[in-house]
C-alpha cells in the first residue's frame, strides 16, 4: 500500500428510521485518518445510533458507509472488527465473571483463527496472555489481572473496554460515552489514556457533556434531532451560533 | 370433486380450530415473552370436557360446553399464571419449562381419570343433517366452525383495535418498558392475557370435539401446530395467525390425504420456508 | 478434598461390575448412556445458552439409521454405525440452520416443532420405521469380536466411551472456541464486535452436540435392542433438559449427576407409580421453582456454606 486513505471513515446521507420516528436524518461526514473527532449533541440526538450503524449494530436504510475506502454499509459486524473497527459501549459489556486478563484475551482472539480451535484452552497461548498483560498494563491495570470484573470499580471497569479495544489495535476506535459515571480523577486517568493513543488509530468519540472531552478533539460534529447541525474543526464549531442554540435551546 | 371439496372444507375447519388454538397462543409469546407450552393441553382439557359432559348431560348443548370449558380453563390458566409463571419473571426459560411440566401433568391427569381410550364427542344435533350448497353436500358442523373462527377473528381484532384493552396489550407487545413506564399495568394485563388465551384454548377444544375426538396424546398433535402456524404467520399477529391457521390447515389435510407417511414432512416445510427467507413471520414484527 | 471426590467417583464408575448383581449394573450403562446424552445437551444449553426442547431427535434417529439398517439390510455394525453417525450430524447440521433463525424462545419452538415432526414421521411411516411396534431383534456389536451381551461386558463398553465423551466434551468447552463459545452465550452483539461469528459459533456446536448425541443414541439402541418413537418423543428431550437443569446446567459434571438422578428417579418410581409424566411435571415446577440453579450448584454452596462455618 503506497498511499495511506485519506479518509477512515465516509458517512454518505445515511438514514435510519424505527417505524415513524426518523433517528438519522440525512447524515453525511467525512473522518481523515488518524483524526481525533468528537460526536456531539443532546440526548435524543441520534448519536448511538449512527455509532451502531457505523459498528454494524444496526442497519441503515438507505445510504452508504465507508472504511478506508471501502463499502461497509451492510457488512455484518463481526467482519467490521475484522476491517479494524473496535468500539467500547456507554454500558459496560465485559464478562462480569472473567478475569481482567482473560477480557482482553478475547479481544485478542476475536481476531485470531485459533478462535476456532477446540482442544487448547486461551491459557495455553503465551503470546496471547503476554499481549493481554501489555494492554492492561497501559492502562495501568495490571496488577488487577487475576481479579475478576465483578471486584473491581467502575472506572477501573472503563479502563478495561478501552483495553480490550485497544487492544486489537484497531484502525478506526469507536468510543461511546468513555468518560460516563466517572469520577474527576478516573476522568483524567482515562483522558489522558485516549490522549496517547497512536495515530494510527483514528479515533471518533461520543460525548453528551459538550465540556469534558473538548480538549481531546480536533474536529467536532454536533448532531440534534438526526442531523448534521455543525461539522468541522473545534474552534470553529464551538464559536458557532447554532451550537449554543441546541443547547441552550435557544 | 367431491373429494377436493371435501378436503377442502376439512382444510378451512382445521385451519378454523387451529386460528382459535394459536391465536391464544401467539398473544401470549407476543405479550409475554412466553411460549406457552401447556396451550395443547389447555386445549385438550376442553375436548375431554365436552366429550365427558356432552355425554353426561342431555340438556347440555355445545355452544354452553364451549362457553364452560372456556371459563374453567381460563381459571385454571389464570391461577397457573399468578401462583407460577409471576415468581418467575427473571427466569424465561425456567417459565417455558414449568408451562413443560404443566402440560405434562394436566396430560397425565386426563390419562389418569378418563383412560386410553379415544371418546368421541357428539356432533349438536340441529347440525347434523348435511347442507347443500351449489349441488354439492358440506357437513355443516364445519362450515359453522369456519364461521366461528372469522367470528371470533373479527371479535379479537376489534378487541385489539379498538378497546383499551387491546391498546395496553398491543402496546406491551411493541415495548414492554415502555408501557410500564407509562402507567399500564403490565402484570395484570399478563394473567388477562394468559387467561384470554388459555380460555380461548379450552373453547376450541370443545369445538373441535366432534371433529377430532378426545384421546390421550391430543395435545402434543396440536401443540406443534400452533407453533408452527405462530412461526410462519409471527409472533404477536392475529393476522399472521389466522393467515397461517388456515395455510397450515390446509397443508396438513391435503398433505395427509394425498401423501398420508409424509404429512409431516409436508406440514413444516413452509416453516422452514419462512424462516429461510423471512424469520420474523409472515405478519410479525418481533422476531422469533 | 478434591481426590476424596475424585476417589469416589472413580469406584462409582468401576466398582459395579464387581460387586452388583446384573440389575444395577444394568442400570449403572443406563445411567452413562443418559450421562452422555446429557452431556452433550448442556453444550447446547449451558455452555450455549440454547435451550432445545428437541435433543432427542438425535439420539433417536441415531438408535434408528443403526437399528434398521443391522436388522433390515445386513450391514453389519462397524458400517451402520458409520452410516447413523454421518447422517444424523448431517441432520444436525441441517435443523441447525433452521433452528439458529431464531434465538432464545423461538429456537426453543423450531427445535421442538422439528422434533415433532420427526416423532411423527416415526410413528406413521409403519413400512419403514414398524411405527408403534418399535425395531426389534436388535443385536449389540461384537468390537475386536469380543461379545457385549452379558451386562458386565457392555458396561466397561459404555464406561470407556462415556470417558471419552466427557474428556472430549470438556475440552471442548475449555478451549479457545468454548470460551468464545460462553462469550457468546452471555454478551452476543459483544463477541461480534470483538471478531467473533456468533451464528457459526452456535451452529458448530449445535452439530458437535448433535454428534455426541448420536453416539449416545447408539449405545441406547445396542443396551435395550429395541427402538421405539418413544425415545424420539418431546418427554425424552424434556426429560434430558430436566436432567440438565436439574443437575445444573453449565457444569461440567452436574448434567451427569443430574441425568443418573432422573433415570433413577423413572426407573424406582415407575415400578409404583404409574404416572410418571405427571410426575415429571412436578418434579420440573418444584425444581425450577425452588433450584433453579440446579443441585450440583446448589450443593457445592452447600459444602461452600458448611466450610466457611467452620472457620
Same mark, same amino acid.
Given at each position: 500500500?503506497?498511499? /495511506?486513505?485519506?479518509? #477512515? ?38 448519536? $448511538? ?85 501489555? #494492554?492492561?498494563? #497501559? ?62 488509530? $483514528? ?8 465540556? $469534558? ?7 467536532? $460534529? ?16 464551538? /464559536? ?11 | ?73 381460563? %381459571? ?44 368421541? %364427542? ?47 396489550i398491543r402496546a406491551g407487545v411493541d415495548d414492554r418498558q415502555m408501557a410500564r413506564a407509562i402507567g399500564i399495568p403490565v402484570s395484570n394485563l399478563f394473567t388477562t392475557v394468559f387467561c384470554l388465551g ?7 377444544? %370443545? ?21 408452527? %402456524? ?59 | ?27 449403572? *450403562? ?16 449451558? &455452555?450455549?445458552?440454547? +435451550? ?35 447422517? +444424523? ?46 425395531? +426389534? ?37 475449555? *478451549? ?19 471478531? &467473533? ?32 418413537? +418413544? *425415545? ?37 418410581? *415407575? ?41
Amino acid at each position: 500500500m503506497t498511499d /495511506a486513505v485519506e479518509y #477512515a471513515l465516509e458517512v454518505v446521507n445515511l438514514r435510519k428510521a424505527f417505524g415513524g420516528l426518523t433517528v438519522t436524518q440525512d447524515v453525511s461526514l467525512k473522518v481523515r485518518t488518524g483524526e481525533r473527532r468528537l460526536i456531539i449533541g443532546p440526548n435524543g440526538a441520534g448519536k $448511538t445510533t449512527l455509532f451502531n450503524q457505523i459498528s454494524g449494530d444496526l442497519r441503515p436504510n438507505s445510504g452508504l458507509i465507508r472504511l478506508f475506502g471501502a463499502e461497509i454499509t451492510y457488512l455484518p459486524p463481526y467482519q467490521r472488527a475484522h476491517c479494524g473497527i473496535s468500539r467500547t459501549y456507554q454500558i459496560i459489556t465485559l464478562f462480569a465473571g472473567d478475569t481482567l486478563e482473560h477480557n482482553v484475551s478475547l479481544g485478542l482472539l476475536g481476531l485470531r483463527p485459533s478462535r476456532w480451535q477446540m482442544w487448547r484452552p486461551i491459557s495455553f497461548y503465551p503470546d496471547m496472555r503476554s499481549e493481554a498483560r501489555r #494492554a492492561l498494563d #497501559a492502562v495501568g491495570l495490571l496488577h488487577l489481572a487475576e481479579h475478576p470484573i465483578s471486584d473491581i470499580a467502575y472506572g477501573e471497569r472503563r479502563r478495561v473496554e478501552l483495553a480490550v479495544a485497544l487492544a486489537q489495535k484497531p484502525r478506526l476506535l469507536l468510543l461511546d460515552e468513555p468518560l460516563a459515571g466517572l469520577s474527576n480523577a478516573e476522568r483524567s486517568t482515562v483522558k489522558s489514556l485516549i490522549g496517547s493513543i497512536s495515530r494510527d488509530t $483514528t479515533v471518533i468519540m461520543i460525548e453528551h457533556d459538550m465540556d $469534558t472531552a473538548l480538549d481531546l478533539a480536533e474536529t467536532v $460534529t454536533l448532531l440534534n434531532y438526526g442531523r448534521v447541525i455543525v461539522d468541522g474543526p473545534r474552534d470553529v464549531v464551538i /464559536a458557532d451560533e447554532r451550537t449554543r442554540e441546541v443547547y441552550l435551546g435557544g | 370433486m367431491q373429494f377436493w371439496i371435501i378436503q377442502g372444507l376439512n382444510s378451512l375447519s382445521l385451519g378454523a380450530l387451529l386460528f382459535l388454538l394459536s391465536s391464544g397462543f401467539s398473544l401470549i409469546f407476543g405479550l409475554m415473552r412466553l411460549a406457552n407450552l401447556t396451550h395443547g393441553a389447555f386445549f385438550m382439557l376442553g375436548t375431554y370436557f365436552a366429550a365427558i359432559a356432552l355425554r353426561s348431560f342431555d340438556w347440555l348443548n355445545i355452544w354452553f360446553a364451549a362457553l364452560g370449558a372456556g371459563v374453567a380453563v381460563a %381459571v385454571l390458566g389464570g391461577m397457573f399464571e399468578r401462583l407460577v409463571l409471576t415468581r418467575l419473571k427473571a427466569n424465561p426459560l425456567g417459565q417455558v419449562l414449568v408451562t413443560l411440566g404443566m402440560s405434562f401433568i394436566i396430560s397425565d391427569a386426563c390419562l389418569m381419570l378418563w383412560g386410553g381410550d379415544s371418546i368421541p %364427542v357428539p356432533t349438536p344435533q340441529n347440525l347434523q343433517a348435511p347442507t347443500r350448497l351449489f349441488g354439492f353436500i358440506f357437513p355443516t358442523y364445519r362450515l359453522v366452525l369456519v364461521a366461528l373462527a372469522t367470528g371470533a377473528a373479527v371479535v379479537l381484532h376489534v378487541l385489539l383495535e379498538r378497546t383499551r384493552l387491546g391498546a395496553m396489550i398491543r402496546a406491551g407487545v411493541d415495548d414492554r418498558q415502555m408501557a410500564r413506564a407509562i402507567g399500564i399495568p403490565v402484570s395484570n394485563l399478563f394473567t388477562t392475557v394468559f387467561c384470554l388465551g388459555a380460555g380461548i384454548a379450552g373453547a376450541a377444544g %370443545v369445538l373441535g370435539g366432534p371433529i377430532l375426538s378426545a384421546y390421550p396424546g391430543l395435545d402434543a398433535d396440536m401443540l406443534p401446530l400452533a407453533l408452527i %402456524v405462530v412461526i410462519l404467520g409471527g409472533i404477536g399477529s392475529l393476522l399472521g395467525a389466522f393467515v397461517g391457521s388456515f395455510i397450515i390447515g390446509f397443508t396438513y389435510t391435503f398433505g395427509t390425504a394425498l401423501f398420508p407417511e409424509l404429512a409431516y414432512i409436508i406440514l413444516f416445510l413452509p416453516m422452514i420456508l419462512v424462516l429461510a427467507f423471512r424469520p420474523q413471520g409472515l405478519f410479525g414484527r418481533v422476531n422469533a | 478434598m478434591k481426590w476424596i471426590g475424585a476417589a469416589l467417583i472413580a469406584s462409582a464408575l468401576l466398582l459395579p461390575p464387581f460387586f452388583a448383581g446384573d440389575f444395577y449394573v444394568n442400570l449403572a *450403562s443406563q445411567i452413562l448412556i443418559a450421562g452422555i446424552f446429557s452431556l452433550s445437551l448442556n453444550l447446547l444449553v449451558g &455452555f450455549g445458552g440454547m +435451550t432445545s426442547l428437541g435433543h432427542a431427535s438425535y439420539l433417536g434417529v441415531a438408535a434408528y439409521i443403526s437399528a434398521l439398517l443391522t436388522a433390515r439390510y445386513g450391514f453389519g455394525h462397524g458400517a451402520a454405525a458409520f452410516i447413523s453417525v454421518t447422517g +444424523t450430524v448431517a441432520m444436525a447440521a441441517f435443523f441447525g440452520v433452521i433452528a439458529l433463525r431464531a434465538s432464545g424462545l423461538g429456537f426453543l419452538m423450531i427445535t421442538l416443532a422439528l422434533s415433532q415432526v420427526l416423532w411423527g414421521l416415526a410413528y406413521r411411516m409403519s413400512n419403514v420405521t414398524n411405527g408403534d411396534n418399535g425395531v +426389534t431383534g436388535l443385536t449389540r456389536p461384537s468390537p475386536f469380536g469380543i461379545s457385549l451381551d452379558r451386562p458386565a461386558a457392555f458396561y466397561w463398553f459404555t464406561l470407556i466411551v462415556a470417558i471419552v465423551a466427557f474428556l472430549m466434551m470438556a475440552i471442548f468447552v475449555s *478451549s479457545a472456541f468454548g470460551s468464545s463459545l460462553k462469550g457468546v452465550r452471555d454478551q452476543p452483539r459483544r463477541m461480534a464486535a470483538l471478531g &467473533f461469528n456468533p451464528w457459526l459459533v452456535r451452529w458448530i456446536t449445535f452439530v458437535y452436540a448433535g454428534f455426541w448425541a448420536a453416539i449416545s443414541g447408539l449405545l441406547y439402541v445396542y443396551y435395550h435392542k429395541y427402538i421405539h418413537p +418413544t *425415545s424420539l418423543s418431546t418427554t425424552s428431550s424434556a426429560e434430558a433438559l430436566l436432567g440438565v437443569i436439574a443437575g445444573g446446567a453449565g457444569t461440567l459434571g452436574g448434567p451427569a449427576v443430574g441425568a443418573a438422578l432422573v433415570l433413577l428417579l423413572k426407573n424406582y418410581v *415407575s415400578a409404583y407409580i404409574e404416572r410418571w409424566n405427571m410426575l415429571l411435571g412436578l418434579v420440573f415446577l418444584f425444581i425450577v421453582l425452588f433450584m433453579p440453579a440446579g443441585i450440583v450448584p446448589g450443593f457445592s454452596k452447600l459444602i461452600a456454606a458448611v466450610r466457611g462455618e467452620r472457620r
